[in-house]
């Protein structure tokens, strides 16, 4: 069974469909990308995940249970995570302030504290500005606090938009490089994200999405090697 399973989303802004009856799944211990260009419906789509855009149709079944009815807030408690475009972090809150909030809904304050060391482990930089608000971190270290905030509430699935989007290309390097450690321990992920080379090189599997349906999909390598994904993507 899939950890998460799609079937013919649909997703309407007032007579505007975003989303055109999307198929896809994601198997527990996977990281896959959704690629394509703007306004194909990717953060649509993920937003739509997580209840914070309702679905005109279809069914999104997540951990063998169907979404339908669940509030927004209460996917977080269910395993359902995501890291939003441009981070969404606390600005006036410092930033150890800030990783916590991912452990409001937990009470296992001890094991909250040695999962903190583990994000301070793979954040270096995170543990040397951990009394500083975050308001006043660069855009990389900002990110690595919300991915740290996230891991922190434990995801079953963690949903990454655009982590690269603004940020300088070796910010950009370093940020896939936590991808990869993350999910090499276990975390399943799902990655949108616009540089098509570097998310495909980090995943197992990807999907293609153009005007708002899913028009290629299979083993990332491949559709790394996919002419069509090279022209329209890869700059080839």
Do not use: C, W
């Amino acid at each position: 069974m899939s950890l998460l399973d799609v079937k013919n989303l649909q997703v309407a802004y007032g007579g505007i469909q975003a989303v055109k009856g999307i198929d896809f799944h994601i198997d527990q211990g996977e990281l896959v990308t959704l690629i394509g260009a703007n306004g194909a419906g990717k953060t649509t789509t993920l937003k739509t995940l997580v209840g914070m855009v309702k679905k005109a149709s279809g069914a999104i079944s997540f951990d063998g249970q169907d979404t339908a009815g669940i509030h927004s807030h209460d996917f977080v408690r269910r395993g359902l995570v995501m890291v939003p475009e441009g981070r969404g972090i606390f600005a006036k809150l410092t930033v150890e302030e800030n990783l916590l909030m991912g452990a409001y809904a937990r009470d296992d304050k001890a094991q909250i504290q040695v999962e903190l060391a583990r994000i301070y482990e793979l954040f270096p930089r995170l543990k040397e500005r951990f009394k500083q608000l975050a308001g006043t971190l660069s855009g990389g270290e900002q990110q690595m606090v919300a991915m740290g905030r996230a891991m922190l509430s434990r995801p079953k699935l963690l949903l990454l938009d655009e982590p690269s989007m603004g940020l300088a290309p070796i910010i950009v390097q370093k940020i896939f490089e936590i991808i990869r450690m993350v999910a090499a321990e276990g975390v399943t992920m799902l990655l949108v994200e616009q540089n098509a080379r570097l998310a495909l090189e980090v995943s197992q599997r990807g999907y293609v999405m153009e005007s708002g349906k899913i028009t290629l999909g299979g083993n990332a390598r491949e559709l790394l090697d996919d002419e069509r994904v090279r022209n329209a993507y890869l700059g080839e």
